[in-house]
């Protein structure tokens, strides 16, 4: 099982980032193999319209089953992640990387 | 001549000096008033006409045929604006993301992205008198004011080509749909206020019109409010203030009301005639 959340950072203690679009990073956790990698996601900054879409497609791309951010996908991005099987957990704005993988574990993110 | 006025900051009077120069110029001779707000039209609140014209606009975005499609990517990796995403088996279109540039349409090997009209907004057209107005307006979840404000432009060129006066409500702001509203402006005027966010606006304002090698002045609207730096700055830039319109309440009240200023406020009618007097300038200086 892959999970991914939208970080500001490269660690399990950096802060998630509560923009889908527009995340400086995707934090990449393979649950099977204990694996984490980061994909850079920060040159969106250079892109003035189409960030939602864009990023989906990249997120979509590395074909996870779980994605976990602060507020949750706008509405084209959404439209995009809607077609995969990816489950979507928001409301870890305030939260690291770590601490909203254990709350996900605990059932304690909303479903988007 | 055709006149834009253009503000950086929104809220500086664009809509009050625009509807009211009209209005005014109008007594006398034909002028065209276009509203290029696309996002927000407000200049028909002060124009009382009959509407004689109405049309809905339309752009062209690409439509996905899965029938003969391959799934190559190369309409992905065209497109500049983000407005295609490609899935495991399907094409996805963003047509509020799309420039109209049919790129991914001409450059599809098996011609799977046939270009269809999308309808953006409306153009509607009054007549009052010597006056005739045009507004557009896009529809509810349309990003892009540019192809709209291309198009009411291109309207009033087709349409109206006999008219000397032409006068163009611009956006606020100093991106795309700014440069489309001005970039035929023989005049753009910039109106601002003298607080500290109108000159830092202003700012940007002049170097987008110094990029794009326009003419431009200075008007300064609620003069005496803020402080002088507005004054200050155009001074130091050579940039002339043709007009100051004071700051007053009997003003605030008459705008609130959708009324036009200078028929019932001296001062204001006072300051629009320095500007009219400007504009004739020109137009002698053009003819000669």
Same mark, same amino acid.
């Given at each position: 099982m892959k999970i991914v959340f939208t970080s500001k950072?490269?660690?399990?203690v950096s802060a998630i980032d509560p923009r889908f679009g527009r995340t400086d990073y995707f934090f990449v956790y393979n649950k099977d193999s204990d694996e984490i990698s980061t994909v850079d996601n920060?040159?969106?900054?250079?892109?003035?319209?189409?960030a939602g879409p864009q990023t989906a497609q990249k997120l979509f791309e590395l074909k996870p089953d779980v994605l976990i951010t602060g507020n949750g996908p706008g509405g084209n991005a959404a439209r995009v992640l809607a077609q995969g099987n990816i489950k979507i957990y928001v409301g870890a704005s305030e939260m690291t990387v770590k601490e909203a993988y254990e709350a996900y574990q605990k059932g304690e993110l909303k479903e988007f | 001549m055709k006149i834009a006025i253009a503000s950086g900051k929104g809220g500086t009077g664009k809509t009050t000096l625009s509807t009211n120069l009209a209005v005014y110029l109008a007594e006398k001779e034909s002028v065209v008033l276009t509203d290029l707000d696309v996002e927000e039209p407000n200049s028909g609140l002060f124009i009382n006409g009959e509407l004689t014209h109405h049309e809905n606009k339309y752009k062209m975005v690409p439509q996905w045929k899965s029938?003969?499609?391959?799934?190559?990517?190369n309409c992905r990796e065209v497109c500049n604006f983000h407005a295609i995403v490609q899935l495991v088996d399907q094409i996805m279109v963003f047509p509020q993301l799309?420039?109209?540039?049919y790129a991914c349409s001409e450059l599809c090997p098996t011609d799977s992205l046939p270009m269809v009209p999308e309808k953006m907004g409306e153009l509607r057209e009054f007549q009052a008198d010597k006056l005739t107005f045009i507004e557009s307006k896009l529809d509810?979840? &349309?990003? &892009?004011a540019v192809p709209l404000i291309a198009q009411t432009l291109r309207y009033v060129d087709e349409n109206y080509?006999?008219?000397?006066l032409k006068i163009y409500d611009s956006p606020p702001g100093t991106s795309c749909p700014v440069i489309e509203a001005t970039k035929d402006a023989d005049l753009v005027i910039l109106i601002t206020e003298p607080t500290p966010f109108g000159l830092h606006d202003l700012k940007l304002a002049v170097e987008t019109m110094q990029e794009l090698k326009k003419r431009f002045v200075v008007i300064i609207n609620r003069y005496g409010i803020g402080n002088d730096d507005v004054v200050d700055y155009c001074d130091g830039e050579n940039i002339p203030i043709i007009v100051k319109i004071p700051n007053s309440k009997a003003i605030a009240e008459r705008y609130s009301r959708g009324e036009l200023l200078y028929l019932v406020v001296p001062e204001f009618r006072a300051e629009l005639d320095k500007l009219i007097g400007f504009i004739d300038t020109l137009n002698r200086e053009t003819e000669q």
């Open positions: 950072g490269t660690e399990w920060r040159a969106i900054v250079e892109t003035a319209h189409g | 029938d003969s499609c391959t799934l190559c990517g799309c420039h109209s540039c509810v979840g &349309q990003e &892009q080509s006999e008219v000397m």
